[in-house]
């Protein structure tokens, strides 16, 4: 394999707020007999309720557990736990690093397109988040961190769903998809999912997300009033349709090449003017003349991209991107992704 990424370790970043029930997911990666070996980065040991009993030997700050994986607490930097974990290569597949159930998970991601180092052994997989069907709706009024949280997510477990009505659930659900409509979405009760849902997503391989075009997103802004459909269909028709006013969601397509002397230069010119607005940036790209498919993704306004796998033959080239973010200016957005094009478009 050829692909520049492919060689570099996954890091899923975990997140979600307080008692959303982050902590049992973790238990189960450090204790399942699930076949893989991971690194496991949390913010503070004792806290997180990991079971002593699956520890097996303690080296500083790294715990090895019965089931292969090893956990470490970031109570410095995380670039330094990092390039520590490197040198043990070869002794886990995967990195998860927890972050702290009040934090922005950008920082964290970001450091996965800062540090030289880092940059060059691992990459980014998938940001998940895990959310409390019952206090979501309340947490995304009072806490903008929890909003973020879900923004920035790649996967989504709605956990303790157990514990709301059907409707309350819908509801949720809206709310959610308003923020965010391209995450993946499970409903959990104990985070009972299988581990490969959430770890080694491959998420910035980009195929899956752009090709779930979420069904609401077309859906016209008047409200619908035949009920006859209540059950959740597909992409959840029968949902109330939210918009969250202040987080929008953008995806635009080009069919065929863009020209990539006019599209990285506007690209980085939007991040640095957007940056801050822009919680999430990803695309999929067919350069003009260039036989690989171009793969970009940014947090706030900081951008990582490479060439990845060929175009297969026979498979459309075209190019697709998305901006996840706070008060974006979506005709603007888009004019200056379709100047990029090699062909005019439609």
Same mark, same amino acid.
Request: aromatic share 6%; proline share 4%.
């Given at each position: 394999m050829t692909e520049s990424t492919s060689d570099k370790i996954p890091v899923t970043v975990l997140t979600g707020y307080l008692g959303a029930g982050k902590t049992t997911l973790l238990n189960r990666i450090l204790s399942e007999d699930h076949g893989h070996k #991971? +690194?496991?980065i %949390?913010? &503070?040991f004792g806290e997180i309720g990991i079971d002593n009993d699956l520890v097996v030997g303690a080296d500083e700050e790294v715990f090895e557990m019965n089931n292969g994986c090893i956990c470490c607490t970031v109570r410095g930097d995380l670039i330094r736990i990092m390039e520590g974990l490197m040198k043990r290569r070869g002794k886990f597949d995967a990195?998860?690093?927890e972050t702290t159930g009040l934090a922005d998970p950008a920082p964290v991601a970001q450091t996965f397109f800062v540090d030289q180092d880092v940059q060059e052994q691992a990459r980014l997989d998938a940001v998940v988040t895990v959310a409390d069907a019952k206090w979501l709706s309340d947490r995304l009024r009072d806490a903008p961190e929890a909003k973020n949280q879900i923004a920035f997510a790649d996967v989504i477990l709605l956990n303790k769903i157990d514990l709301v009505t059907p409707e309350e659930l819908r509801e949720v659900e809206a709310r959610i998809r308003a923020i965010n409509p391209y995450a993946v979405l499970h409903k959990t009760n104990r985070c009972e999912v299988p581990l490969s849902a %959430? *770890?080694?997503?491959n998420a910035f391989d980009l195929d899956r997300i752009l090709e %779930? &075009?979420? +069904? #609401?997103? &077309?859906v016209d802004d008047h409200d619908h009033h035949d009920h006859s459909h209540g059950h959740d269909h597909d992409h959840g028709h029968g949902l109330k349709h939210y918009h969250d006013e202040e987080m929008q969601s953008v995806a635009f397509q080009i069919d065929g090449d863009v020209d990539p002397h006019r599209f990285m230069p506007w690209i980085n010119?939007?991040?640095? @003017?957007e940056g801050p607005n822009i919680l999430r940036s990803k695309g999929? *790209?067919? #350069? @003009?003349d260039e036989p690989k498919r171009f793969v970009f993704q940014g947090v706030h306004m900081i951008l990582d991209?490479?060439?990845q796998r060929d175009w297969k033959p026979g498979e459309k080239r075209q190019c697709k991107i998305v901006f996840i973010g706070r008060n974006l200016n979506e005709e603007s957005l888009r004019s200056g992704f379709m100047a990029c094009a090699v062909e005019p478009q439609h």
């Amino acid at each position: 394999m050829t692909e520049s990424t492919s060689d570099k370790i996954p890091v899923t970043v975990l997140t979600g707020y307080l008692g959303a029930g982050k902590t049992t997911l973790l238990n189960r990666i450090l204790s399942e007999d699930h076949g893989h070996k #991971f +690194a496991v980065i %949390v913010n &503070e040991f004792g806290e997180i309720g990991i079971d002593n009993d699956l520890v097996v030997g303690a080296d500083e700050e790294v715990f090895e557990m019965n089931n292969g994986c090893i956990c470490c607490t970031v109570r410095g930097d995380l670039i330094r736990i990092m390039e520590g974990l490197m040198k043990r290569r070869g002794k886990f597949d995967a990195i998860i690093v927890e972050t702290t159930g009040l934090a922005d998970p950008a920082p964290v991601a970001q450091t996965f397109f800062v540090d030289q180092d880092v940059q060059e052994q691992a990459r980014l997989d998938a940001v998940v988040t895990v959310a409390d069907a019952k206090w979501l709706s309340d947490r995304l009024r009072d806490a903008p961190e929890a909003k973020n949280q879900i923004a920035f997510a790649d996967v989504i477990l709605l956990n303790k769903i157990d514990l709301v009505t059907p409707e309350e659930l819908r509801e949720v659900e809206a709310r959610i998809r308003a923020i965010n409509p391209y995450a993946v979405l499970h409903k959990t009760n104990r985070c009972e999912v299988p581990l490969s849902a %959430v *770890l080694g997503r491959n998420a910035f391989d980009l195929d899956r997300i752009l090709e %779930v &075009e979420p +069904a #609401f997103l &077309e859906v016209d802004d008047h409200d619908h009033h035949d009920h006859s459909h209540g059950h959740d269909h597909d992409h959840g028709h029968g949902l109330k349709h939210y918009h969250d006013e202040e987080m929008q969601s953008v995806a635009f397509q080009i069919d065929g090449d863009v020209d990539p002397h006019r599209f990285m230069p506007w690209i980085n010119l939007i991040t640095q @003017k957007e940056g801050p607005n822009i919680l999430r940036s990803k695309g999929i *790209l067919s #350069f @003009k003349d260039e036989p690989k498919r171009f793969v970009f993704q940014g947090v706030h306004m900081i951008l990582d991209g490479d060439l990845q796998r060929d175009w297969k033959p026979g498979e459309k080239r075209q190019c697709k991107i998305v901006f996840i973010g706070r008060n974006l200016n979506e005709e603007s957005l888009r004019s200056g992704f379709m100047a990029c094009a090699v062909e005019p478009q439609h």
